[in-house]
């Protein structure tokens, strides 16, 4: 018998989410043939067989969330060894859930009869104790299996017990039944998992720990749209489509290296901002699965053009599901285009652990006063969403007045290519 662990692919993971069996219990499965579906905090990967043999037993439901080392099956090699099995589970397999949020007396009889500590806060600890919830019970959702205040809430929340509903005439109970069966037809529940399941956890984890300011200011677009008109033919005769986005790519890792700080991070255990002299930039991309960051690494090193190509593989590629954890990791600064679908501008959340990002919004002719005469321009917003423990208001508006300046202008960007 083997077991089949879940493994660390890197960068930080975790646990991964079972989206799909490849796979059902007594089927003959190959070495390297993918047998099921993970996603982890990045991507949604392919997880082969190391072994060739019969799939004896599938320890994880699709949906739940299982910890780096859990086993996901059990494949028959035909060796005589065998797995030692307690209550049910695999010897040191550690905690497995058996369902996206299962209850506190599922996993107390999930995992291996040994006493464990949880790890937690003070803070945490003392809201169990209010609470009256025995922590070392309680799955951490947390980094490390680290329990959290909401799993602490969750936990109090399912132990609660519903008050009795209170009898009702018998003409009154048929009413409310109708109206029951009538209201839950109108509803759907749809389960939070997956890309957006990630995504969810990501937003509420940045918006806790980073203090967010937002500053917005507005760009002149002429020039810039000018620029492009002339270039595209060039770049359609390279196989290349030719947007705005680039020019803003390239914009931004010029600013950086100027204002180190909009290009850093907080490393919270130690109190030290790092602060990163590589500039790989983040493009927020919607897919039918979620939002997806794919990142332009090194763009300080490209040219506008080799910005455009990487731009449009990563995006596609985005969109099939052919991403790698490569082409997801590392991003310093995070740039969301919804200008493409409308909007006049928003408030984007930082990309943690970044510590900025930018969003470009529609272009558009308005009116606007230059040399005390009204005139129609090219318009687009542009909002900076910044790290307010690192990076201050007068230091973020220097940041986009010198965007602004590199892109009204865009020989002035020229100048600046190393």
Known sequence: MYEFKLPDIG???HEGEIRRWLVREGEQVAVDQPIVEVQTDKVTAEMPAPVAGVVSRLCAAEGSVVPVGSVLAVIDTGSDERVPVVDGVPAQTGMVAAAAEPSVATVTMARPQT???ALATPHVRSLARKLGIVIDEVPGTGPSGRVTEEDVRRASERRTTPEPAVPLPAARESEWRAASVASANAEERVPLRGVRRRIAEHMVKSVRVIPHVTHVDEMEMDELHALRDRLRPYAEARGTKLTYLPFFVKAVAVALREYPYLNASVD??????????????????DTDEGLMVPVVKDADKKSVLAIAAEISDLVARCRSGKLTLQDVSGGTFTITNVGPIGGLYATPIINHPEAAILGLHKVEPRQVVRNWESVIRRMMYMSLSFDHRIIDGAMAVRFTNRLRELLENPEVLFVELV
């Open 11 to 13: 960068e930080g993971m």
């Open 115 to 117: 006493a464990r500590r």
């Open 268 to 285: 919270e255990d130690t109190n030290e901002v790092i602060l990163k002299r590589y500039y790989n930039i983040g493009i927020a991309t």
